[in-house]
């Protein structure tokens, strides 16, 4: 029908341009989030790219909502500012009837959010939580530059090496500075190389000295020399399962241990779903003009009711997470409460229910006009 058509062809053009620059603007934030991450040391700087998409495919369910709305409102408000939807009345059609071709232009969307929410969203936080524990588990001899000083994993020594052959197993020049046990302890040595023993790697040094002083005042220094010593540097032990984050865990564990906080975050996932399905009936609502107010008080209408929604499923995750709300209750009163909202909206502008009450309503005895003879 010419009806439909119309509607989706304006709002896949609408819906591509919002969503690439929406994407856009993500990924610029999400790059300038990642270099500072990688400043810091908490990503390996040669993954800034890798964690960067990772990050914006975790993003895209949120970015597609968005998107959508948006694009929704644009073209029905561009529709009334051009009198294109008083042709459409005239012809027999109801605010009622654009539900249809909205929902037939938004299901793939709203497909493509459910399957990003539960499976996505936790398979890139995976690999991208994946990736910085691997960098923060590397051994300490691997984390230093020749000619820089680097700190330890643990931040409790310092690392100096003149240099070091290509494969980063051996160094010469080596100098440590540690803290342990109440003591400042000073380590240097000619050489040094890396040696596993169970699970624990050790850097062995030879041909060196040891200096230990005091921290706590006392008088007293200790030096002593050295020619093989084994310094522990790391270890390879692989975190439990129990400690990965709840963002990163599937939904299928999630619906198996089914406890406060992963009740929470699949109640999030899922929110999301229906959060795009009754962005779809609000932006139908929203869409009108106001010469008042200008073009764009819709747009800031309805980024406005974006971020109140998207904070709200925010804060319910953390209610549900601490036990105030269970997850059906919490959905029920948010997502089912503002639709029930929204479709009471619907209904009074569809059937012009204050116009019509005050048309129906009898006059003023004041006003009545009286007859003369």
């Known amino acids: 029908m010419l009806f439909h058509s119309s509607l989706r062809k304006e709002l896949a053009r609408s819906f591509g341009a919002t969503l690439v620059v929406l994407a856009t603007i993500v990924m610029t934030m999400m790059l300038i989030r990642t270099l500072g991450l990688a400043s810091k040391g908490s990503v390996n700087p040669s993954d800034v790219l890798l964690v960067m998409a990772y990050t914006v495919l975790g993003y895209m369910p949120t970015i597609l909502s968005l998107s959508l709305f948006v694009s929704i409102v644009g073209t029905l408000s561009r529709m009334y500012r051009d009198s294109e ?17 909205l929902f037939g232009f938004a299901w793939p969307v709203l497909v493509t959010i459910t399957v990003l929410a539960l499976v996505g969203w936790p398979w890139a936080n995976s690999q991208t939580q994946g990736m910085r524990d691997q960098y923060e588990r590397r051994g300490d001899l691997e984390r230093i530059a020749p000619g820089e000083f680097r700190e330890s994993s643990g931040r409790n020594r310092v690392f100096f090496i003149d240099k ?8 010469t ?23 596993t023993i169970g699970d624990i790697r050790y850097l062995m ?15 007293g220094l200790k030096i002593s020399e050295f020619e093989t010593y084994g310094a522990k540097i790391g270890s390879d032990v692989v975190t439990s ?15 198996s241990d089914p ?10 996932r899922l929110g999301l779903l229906f959060a795009g399905i009754n962005f779809v009936l609000l932006a139908l609502t929203l869409s009108s003009v106001n010469p008042r107010v200008g073009r764009s008080g819709n747009l800031m209408l309805a980024l406005f009711s974006f971020i109140v929604y998207y904070n709200l499923l925010n804060l319910g995750q953390s209610w549900v997470a601490s036990g105030r709300f269970s997850m059906v209750g919490f959905m029920l009163m948010l997502h089912g409460g503002l639709m029930a909202l929204v479709l009471l909206w619907l209904a009074k502008r ?8 005050k048309a129906a309503a009898p006059p003023h005895p004041s006003r009545t006009p009286v007859a003369h003879v």
């Open 205 to 219: 040094l030879g041909n060196g000295q040891r200096l230990e002083r005091p921290l706590d005042g006392a008088t």
């Open 173 to 195: 020049n080596v100098f440590i500075s540690s803290i342990e046990r109440n003591l400042q302890i000073i380590t240097s040595a000619k050489t040094g190389n890396i040696d």
């Open 350 to 357: 569809n059937n012009n229910w204050g116009r019509r009450a």
């Open 85 to 101: 939807m008083v042709i459409w009345f005239s012809s027999g059609r109801s605010l009622l009837d654009f539900i249809k071709p």
């Open 259 to 268: 406890s406060p906080v992963n009740q929470g975050e699949l109640g999030w």
């Open 241 to 255: 399962t129990d400690d990965t984050p709840v963002r990163s865990r599937s939904t299928r564990v999630l619906i």
């Open 164 to 171: 070091d052959t290509p494969d980063g197993a051996t160094a």
